[in-house]
């Protein structure tokens, strides 16, 4: 199965797509994403968020300014002040 990934600014919906794995750089250190991960929710730092499409593939990386990040049932969502 994959992880359902959103990255949202105020002016877009910068991607949405199913993944293996996003790491996401939290204010309290970076924290890796995968499919059925427990529901949590940090505050994002600036940084670049690094999107696995599959195992062991070289990660696409997105710059982000600040934000919060949640992961629930549905996936994770980051919701960025600017992105890209």
């Not at 599959?54 to 990660?59: E, I, L, T, Y």
């Amino acid at each position: 199965m994959a992880l359902h990934f959103e990255l949202v600014t105020p002016e877009k919906l910068v991607r949405s797509a199913e993944v293996y794995q996003v790491v996401v750089p939290g204010t309290d250190g970076d924290f890796g994403v995968l499919e059925g991960h427990a529901p949590f929710m940090s505050t994002v730092r600036d940084g670049a968020i690094q999107i696995f499409a599959s195992a062991g593939a070289a990660p696409e990386m997105i710059p982000v300014e600040g934000g919060f990040a949640e992961v629930n049932e549905k996936g994770l969502t980051v919701l960025a002040e600017k992105a890209g």
